[in-house]
């Protein structure tokens, strides 16, 4: 059943870098606006970063100049290149459409990314 699989986080110092991967099934990569999202204890989960099909690109502030979002739709595949990390990036990582489906649940496990010294 598992339709969305995000990898590449990991443990990184102030100021590197990581790429994301989120590996998505065709059924929901078509047609549909691919979007990061991340989640810190304690608070909501907030989108980051959206890419449309034809690669239309949008960001949040906090992150806009530093993370670029891209898409393969040869190979269903979403990535998120994380550059200039800060320790407010430090959260959950997941992968989805935009806007969420809201009559079926596609969220994934997600993939940690911790930024700290």
């Known amino acids: 059943q598992v339709q969305l699989v995000e990898s590449g986080g990991g443990l990184v110092q102030p100021g590197g870098s990581l790429r994301l991967s989120c590996a998505a099934s065709?059924?929901?990569?078509?047609?549909?606006?691919m979007a990061w999202y991340h989640q810190a204890p304690g608070k909501q989960r907030e989108l980051v970063a959206t890419?449309?099909?034809?690669?239309?690109?949008s960001y949040v502030d906090s992150v806009k100049g530093r993370f670029t979002i891209s898409r393969d739709n040869a190979k269903n595949t979403v990535y998120l290149q994380m550059n200039n990390l800060k320790p407010e990036d430090t959260a959950v990582y997941y992968c989805?459409?935009?806007?969420?489906?809201?009559?079926?649940?596609?969220w994934g496990q997600g993939t940690q990314v911790t930024v700290s010294s």
């Open positions: 065709g059924s929901i990569f078509r047609f549909n606006t």
């Open positions: 989805n459409i935009f806007p969420p489906s809201r009559t079926r649940d596609y």
């Open positions: 890419v449309a099909h034809g690669g239309t690109t």
